[in-house]
């Protein structure tokens, strides 16, 4: 064998990944935006096909023996700097896979999808018996799975590395207790929700989006935004990207925000390595918390700014000139806080606690401390405790989201992790950036979308997102840093 | 080997390229309505990776075992007759893809790739030299195919079969010189084009397409109808049919006629037979020919009837309240005929010479009659002597389709089969439905879906359309009865 071949094979293989799940997203995507109801079924067929065509090429011995080769030490000293990473990159991955048995993974995906149709009845009715088996199960099944990949320390690694590669169960564990305690106790001198007197129809809500998109530079030769009942972010291919968003009656500038958050999703996933790196594992983000914080910075840190409201207000009266609501008095209410049961309908401040209740309430599953069966119960006292408030249904409680349904567990701290990566990033840039609150009043986001592309996105995977904020911010996950951010601006409002 | 395993692994594998194909087809419908431009490299590399996966699928030698295991004497006597009509067509199309070498299907697939590229350019620059040695590499290789696929008689017969299954040359050749006689003739006895004073604004448009949706049935669970350039038709899964429809500005009419082509193809599309032939090579059209019946139809046949326009004109009145044009003026204006260059503009008299001058000259080219670097000659000659006009540039003559430059040679009879197809269909089901016009009349098309759904849609690739036409109208392929519809329309109106 030849480092050449070899490398030509790794390439070949890994370009072949890249196109297979593109056409997986363009199925998902039409699913959620598109399709004719009836299609589901077929629908199914063909994303498993091709989600299996992937998982082969993944964990095929061709592959494998490739790797091993080029990672053999006489052979890493003839590769690239590029090659070696992609290489080293790819060999975590693959190893990682090869590490599943196939019989788990056709028993997981089984498990999940009755699962989660029992998941969609019972929240439906409030019935968390109806679930209870079904979780159980997959509780069962995840640990198994945990003892395939087998990382040190906590169980929860296991899970976790799926979502935020190399960030640990015990480095996680102190961080969120910290933020727990400091914004439970700052969500008690806040005050309530704010109301706000406006109204506006789809249309206004679609010129204010498209608007938003515009002054982000995403340029509609590469991006879309169309409709979906959820709105997200998905990449086809390098020049592919779209968001989703919805228009919601009773909330005027919900879809304004959501457009922000997928944004900064998008700008992140067209930034990604090119050249060498195009096809490779590399061009892809490093964790999901990583291009949480992406999303977060755009919709909460420059979106819930006043600055930014002082550029945008002016739009949002060209476009509803009968608005009567004061700069400020919208300033104050997309900064309202609130104490509420909904994780998806949360503020700043509150959100994190919602998150850290799923993050203790996981990982006392996965080791044992807790059963499934006592969840309702266990669900109630910690937003007791963390929020003050109590769900009265298991709907608005422990059956609100339908992550673990899906067996999604590990994935919920990245949303925490976004969010402290995103106000790290802000006071990093502000050090680098001059007038920075000058020019987000002037709708100017051009050295903002530099900096985030020269020091974040155009990395893509070659770090892990702690050793990439360690680069452009100084340090890794610092909730000190989102406190502060937090603090300064509510206790201010 | 037993029967019962090997039926399971051939419906098993038919069923990966009928899931492969819906992926492609998707594929190819987001390119022409919502990708964005950038991504047609990354595009082109998803089409061809899932392409070639599938015709890998159908020409392992794997399936074949199967399949020639299963037609064995002794075995096909144990398999139904539902198992026999699917494992015989399947054989007749596998045993056709394997007589073609893979090396000959890439060369085949770049020269078509740069002669596509250089056909383009030719035709904006009206200049057919450009084009020239391009197309004679097609045809040239086309000679070659025609050799490995070897069928009886003509030259021909061995691209027509890839698009009129069991259709021949030697069948072809007399019934298109006598329309082309009949036609010529016909042409010099019926005045020029009508104009109308109607302007339809976009939403006018979409709203007339959306409501004759409607009135053929078409139900949104299972349907849908986008925006593109050029108006098609396809089918993502059994439940999951798309059409697209443009609006343009200077036709009102368009848009409406090219939603009833397109809904024509999209009705057969979702009544192909289900159950045990659902993911097979039965579930789908036995040819280009009777499909392009359905569309015309429903385009020409119902859509240029004056009792639709009966129906019709009311829900014109009611959307475009400023409409002055009479029901009369209307019809005829739908009917004018002119001597036009352009087949896509052509009415339905002027249509089949346009078409038959391509057979004519694919047919000669094929034998070698006449050679490639003669045809603009050779073409306006047609032209003048079928339709009585000459193109003034290659633009309008023998440049103007694409289909030669990606090869598809063949493909342009099924264009008039179609017409002639659809008259036949006409007249056999007015002996069999009562007061066929009345019904018309009030927008009732009930039992003409019906008798559609019952003589030709459920019997997918059952039977080759002769057979199928045979059977439900008591005749193959008749062009006397297509001109008898043409005649008593046209010299009546």
């Known amino acids: 064998m030849k480092v050449r071949d070899a490398l030509r094979f790794v390439y070949d293989k890994q370009k072949k990944m890249f196109i297979l799940g593109g056409i997986i997203s363009l199925l998902d995507w039409d699913q959620k935006t598109y399709m004719p109801r009836k299609a589901s079924t077929d629908r199914a067929l063909q994303i498993s096909l091709l989600s299996k065509s992937?998982?082969?090429?993944?964990?095929?011995?061709?592959?494998?023996?490739?790797?091993?080769?080029?990672?053999?030490?006489?052979?890493?000293?003839?590769?690239?700097?590029?090659?070696?990473?992609?290489?080293?990159?790819?060999?975590?991955?693959?190893?990682?896979?090869?590490?599943?048995p196939t019989d788990f993974i056709e028993r997981m995906s089984k498990a999940e999808a009755t699962s989660y149709s029992a998941w969609e009845v019972a929240k439906k009715r409030?019935?968390?018996?109806?679930?209870?088996?079904?979780?159980?199960?997959?509780?069962e099944l995840k640990r198994e799975y945990?003892?395939?990949?087998?990382?040190?320390?906590?169980?929860?690694?296991?899970?976790?590395?799926?979502?935020?590669?190399?960030?640990?169960?015990?480095?996680?564990?102190?961080a969120f207790e910290y933020l727990r305690d400091k914004l439970s106790r700052l969500l008690n001198k806040l005050e309530s929700e704010k109301k706000i007197d406006l109204k506006l129809s789809k249309k206004a809500q679609e010129r204010l989006s498209f608007t938003i998109l515009k002054y982000l530079g995403l340029k509609r030769d590469r991006f879309r935004m169309d409709l979906s009942e959820h709105p997200f972010t998905t990449r086809l291919s390098t020049f592919d990207v779209r968001i989703t968003t919805r228009y919601v009656k009773d909330k005027p500038l919900s879809s304004l925000f959501s457009t922000m958050h997928e944004a900064g999703h998008a700008i992140y996933e067209l930034n990604?390595?090119?050249?060498?790196?195009?096809?490779?594992v590399i061009s892809d983000a490093p964790s999901l918390g990583l291009h949480e914080?992406?999303?977060?910075?755009?919709?909460?840190?420059?979106?819930?700014?006043?600055?930014?409201?002082?550029f945008f207000y002016p739009i949002l009266k060209r476009i509803e000139p009968a608005l009567k609501t004061s700069v400020e008095e919208i300033y104050r209410y997309v900064n309202s806080v609130e104490r509420s049961l909904i994780r998806t309908e949360a503020d700043e401040v509150s959100y994190n606690l919602h998150i850290i209740l799923r993050f203790e309430i996981e990982?006392?599953?996965?080791?044992?401390e807790i059963e499934v069966k006592d969840l309702p119960e266990i669900w109630n006292e910690k937003m007791e405790k963390f929020l003050g408030v109590k769900p009265k249904s298991d709907r608005e409680g422990v059956l609100q989201d339908m992550h673990w349904s899906t067996g999604d567990f590990g994935y919920f701290p990245s949303y925490t992790i976004g969010n402290v990566y995103s106000a790290q990033q802000f006071y990093a840039m502000r050090d680098f950036i001059d007038d920075l609150d000058a020019k987000?009043?002037?709708?100017?986001?051009?050295?903002?979308?530099?900096?985030?592309?020269?020091?974040?996105?155009?990395?893509?995977?070659?770090?892990?997102?702690?050793?990439?904020?360690?680069?452009?911010?100084?340090?890794?996950?610092?909730?000190?840093?989102?406190?502060?951010?937090?603090?300064s601006k509510y206790l201010d409002i």
Not at 126 to 139: G, K, M, N, Q, Y
Not at 146 to 168: Q, S, V
Not at 272 to 280: D, I, Q, V
Request: with cysteine; aromatic share 12%.
């Open 54 to 100: 992937l998982h082969q090429l993944m964990v095929s011995d061709d592959l494998w023996k490739n790797i091993e080769f080029l990672t053999r030490e006489k052979n890493v000293e003839k590769l690239s700097e590029e090659d070696r990473i992609v290489v080293e990159r790819l060999k975590k991955d693959v190893e990682k896979a090869r590490k599943i």
């Open 126 to 139: 409030s019935r968390f018996d109806i679930f209870c088996p079904h979780l159980e199960r997959i509780v």
């Open 146 to 174: 945990c003892g395939y990949i087998n990382l040190e320390g906590h169980i929860y690694n296991n899970l976790l590395d799926d979502y935020e590669e190399g960030m640990r169960y015990e480095r996680l564990k102190p």
């Open 272 to 280: 990604l390595p090119k050249g060498r790196f195009r096809y490779t």
């Open 293 to 310: 914080s992406q999303s977060r910075f755009w919709e909460n840190i420059i979106g819930r700014n006043y600055s930014f409201w002082r």
């Open 363 to 368: 990982t006392e599953l996965l080791n044992g």
């Open 440 to 487: 987000i009043d002037h709708g100017d986001f051009k050295e903002i979308l530099q900096w985030l592309s020269e020091n974040i996105h155009r990395f893509g995977r070659m770090y892990t997102s702690e050793e990439l904020m360690r680069r452009c911010c100084g340090e890794g996950l610092n909730p000190r840093t989102f406190i502060r951010y937090i603090e």
